[in-house]
């Protein structure tokens, strides 16, 4: 969780990935605009220092929530470049893992649908927990796994 000083430097990524809703909501226009693919490839200069980066990312719930069609389709190429500009920079040993906990964006007459969420894995390892998610609860323990922490449900010590 950072906040405007990282964002101003690049040292983080904001919510809604370009910046632009803290430029004109916030009235942060000293920050940079970015484009979504450069966000993504920023995130993975980010994570490059760390063994596990989180991103949350709620525009596309935003915009099914408007029940707009253009701001469903505008928040999705968003989430496409910004995807697209991660999986370009990834170096060959790092894991990206997209999960949602519900469905929304995908019927825009509605709120929450009860359609499968999304889950996506990319990189070295993904062949290991690629198939073995049944729910959002499955998720944490495969990163888990990954890592090398074999049974975080365990008390340590």
């Known amino acids: 969780m950072r906040h405007t000083a990282a964002l101003r430097t690049g040292d983080a990524i904001a919510s809604e990935i370009t910046n632009e809703a803290w430029r004109t909501r916030l009235g942060r226009t000293d920050l940079p605009h970015l484009t979504a693919r450069d966000a993504g490839r920023n995130l993975v200069r980010i994570a490059g220092a760390h063994d596990l980066t989180l991103f949350a990312h709620y525009g596309t719930d935003y915009a099914g929530h ?85 049974d975080a449900g365990t008390p340590a010590g």
């Open 66 to 150: 408007l029940r707009s069609m253009d701001a469903a389709v505008a928040a999705v190429e968003r989430v496409d470049a910004f995807l697209a500009g991660i999986v370009d920079s990834m170096p060959d040993d790092v894991l990206l893992v997209v999960a949602s906990d519900h469905g929304n964006i995908e019927d825009v007459r509605q709120g929450h649908t009860t359609n499968p969420a999304l889950g996506l894995v990319v990189g070295k390892g993904h062949a290991q927990i690629g198939g073995e998610w049944s729910s959002l609860v499955d998720v944490v323990p495969s990163i888990l796994r990954v890592l090398g922490i074999a």
